[in-house]
Nanobody, 124 residues
Framework: QVQLVESGGGLVQPGGSLRLACAASERTFSAYAVGWFRQAPGKGREFVSAIRRSGFDTYYADSMKGRFTISRDNAKSTVYLQMNSLKPEDTAVYYC?????????????????WGQGTQVTVSS
């Protein structure tokens, strides 16, 4: 059982930055692909970004490309999401998720473990 804990959310002005972290309890965290998803009020959970086990391959939703960067430190069992040039429409609860995945990293159903989420609010 992998436990995931997100941190780093908060209130930021448009154009600002935040860095989210997803810390895992599992020592074999490097065996898992990790994804970030978000859910805005009244909307479904949507894919944001994902990173493969090694960290060499990353994936982004089109609206996040060039603004968000995902990375991981397997020695610390932590995945990060650096978010720059934030917009009000980025406001959502952000969740990290982990799974033994080898393809289709955008597919929410392939992730087995989820964190509790962290709120990101972009507002002036």
């Amino acid at each position: 059982q992998v436990q995931l804990v997100e941190s780093g959310g908060g209130l930021v002005q448009p154009g600002g930055s935040l860095r989210l972290a997803c810390a895992a309890s599992e020592r074999t965290f490097s065996a898992y692909a990790v994804g970030w998803f978000r859910q805005a009020p009244g909307k479904g959970r949507e894919f944001v970004s994902a990173i493969r086990r090694s960290g060499f391959d990353t994936y982004y939703a089109d609206s996040m490309k060039g603004r968000f960067t995902i990375s991981r430190d397997n020695a610390k069992s932590t995945v990060y999401l650096q978010m720059n040039s934030l917009k009000p429409e980025d406001t959502a609860v952000y969740y990290c998720a982990a799974g033994i995945i080898y393809s289709d990293y955008r597919n929410i159903d392939l992730y087995d473990y989820w964190g509790q989420g962290t709120q990101v609010t972009v507002s002036s």
